[in-house]
């Protein structure tokens, strides 16, 4: 008995020389803590047992400077993250039995020493690791977990569970992990074992690395190999104990926790410069000696310029400043302002009919010279011009004819106008903007399209709204005729009770007649103003009971009847053919949503399509493919009834 009180004696005695920060030796001891970096530096503070610090005592210094905005943080103040200790417990069979209970007693009496929010795990090993406990700060899961036996095995890997550990640490974000290792040393392959396991210098690297200390308490026995357990702690910073009495676990154990539990955590912000190696130094007030250790400040990497590139501008700068280019625009503006000045040299003169007229009645339009500004005359001569100069276009007869059913209050020419200055102004804008000739291009083209679209809108919707009156006017002249009107009659009655646009449009046809226009004739100019089938059956009607006669009302109610039969035909046809027209927007829009979207994210990502001539022609392609898809799809859904 004297013998084993004198190994547990030694056993306490090695502990307190062993582990860093010890009562005996009455000095303090700094490693650093995971998570330290640069600037933020972070190192785990180890005081001799019993001390406690107040505010003010920790002095750090970086090579003699002294630093200030040191935060020092307790075990027992510190948060879940700060501080967490793995217990290692060996689970082979050569511990089964009594080493295992006391082992598992000594585990509860480390767990009793836990202060604060200190997380503790816990794991068993034998061929392979077993985590027993995720770390936790709750008491009754560690008690729970330490009252359960292990399963044993043979075969101990004890390396294999070193490393788990690490891993459990850096999932569990933990700023001070602490490893303690209780085994008897023995490493020692199952059977049917060939796989790779790690070893002692694999281990200890890993440990460093990730700023972990190991603690291992051995077991003496015949067959133990605690070399390179002792290693071990020594490349990590920690610390080693070593018994032949398993009676003393619980005492080395319970002594163990209380130096964990008296560590500190101190933290600082480095104020030195990169490519330095730093002594940093630890002095605490009330305690002889300094604590020391050393790190190296990351190097400021500065990138040389290597042999540059010749420079090579893109596709479209040099388009866009080449001289083929400046001539165009130069002859554009030449003749644009050619233009202009032809006009306003060419301009009707004081002889016109309109002013001739404007002495005898009064003229709404006539230009009043006298009161009109010199810009406004100038404005007025430019106008002229372009009608002049395009006067003789299909098209634009075309246009100017359709603006007059649409009734918009702009002429003509000065949407022309205005539309090409919108253009220009795109063009140069966005060129100057997003330097991408492109996107000018893109846009100064979408203009035009943008203005012909709304007119365009509004010329269909002025004819829509008249084929949805037709029906019930129809009804009105077919009453009229049976009280005994004329048809010029009963289209008279039809304008008096008839809406916008249906009653312009009949009052047309009167004034057309009364001008001398047969009536089939004068129809068919409505007819072809609101581009309507329907009332191309009127006109015929029309003609005929002018040659024929006839009972022209019982006509005009068959007419009426086909016209509403084929207007429910149409509403059944769109009904059915929504969800192709949905489609249709959808497929074109959702391609430019999402490019738009991903470049306001991650404009990196679709750089290359602005700055390459592949990626260029890949959008030229992409908007040709949604374009006529479009137009496929409209194609497709568009049926005429």
Known sequence: ???????????????????????????????????SGFPGRAYVLTLPKGMQLKPGQVHVTENGNSVDGVTVVPVAQAHPEDFGVMLLVDASTSMEGQP????????????????????????????????????????ARIDEALAKQPTFAYGTHIYDAVIESLRRFHAAHIKVGTVVVLSDGQEQRGHNDVAKHETEASAAAAARAAHVRVFAVGLRSRLSRLDTLKQLTRDTGGGYVETTSIKKLASIYNELGSQLASEYLVRYQSLAGPGKQITVRVRVDGVNGLASTAYATPK????????????????????????????????????LVGTGAAAVVSGPRQGTVRRRMAEFV????????????????????????????????????????????AEVSLPAEQIAVLTALGSIVALVSLKYLFHSLLVALAAAFIIPLVVRSQLRRGLVKRRNL???QLPDNLNVLASALRAGHSFIGALSVVVNDAAEPSKSEFQRVIADEQLGVPIDEALHVVVERMDSRELEQVSLVAALQRETGGNTAEVLDRVTETIRERFELRRTVKTLTAQGRMSRWVLTALPIALFLVITAVNPGYMKILYTSSYGKVLLVLGAICITAGSFVIKRIVNIKV
Do not use: C
């Open 1 to 35: 008995m004297s013998r084993l009180r004198l190994l547990g004696v030694l056993a306490l005695t090695t502990l307190a020389a062993a582990v860093p920060a010890s009562a005996a030796g009455g000095r303090i001891h700094v490693t650093e803590a995971g998570g």
């Open 362 to 405: 009064s003229v709404p339009t006539v230009v009043r010279d006298a009161n009109a500004r010199p810009t406004a005359q100038l404005t007025a001569s430019m106008l002229k011009g372009t009608d002049k100069l395009l006067r003789g276009n299909t098209r634009w007869q075309k246009f100017k004819w359709e603006l007059g059913i």
């Open 466 to 468: 008249f084929a949805e």
């Open 300 to 335: 400021l990497t500065v990138a040389t310029a290597g042999p540059r590139a010749p420079y090579r501008p893109a596709f479209s700068n040099r388009l866009w400043s080449s001289v083929l280019t400046m001539t165009l625009v130069g002859l554009a503006a030449a003749i």
């Open 100 to 139: 295992e209970q006391a082992a598992y007693a000594a585990a509860r009496a480390f767990a009793g020493q836990r202060a604060g929010h200190e997380q503790v795990g816990i794991m068993t090993y034998n061929l392979t690791p077993t985590l027993t406990l995720p770390f936790t700060t709750e008491q």
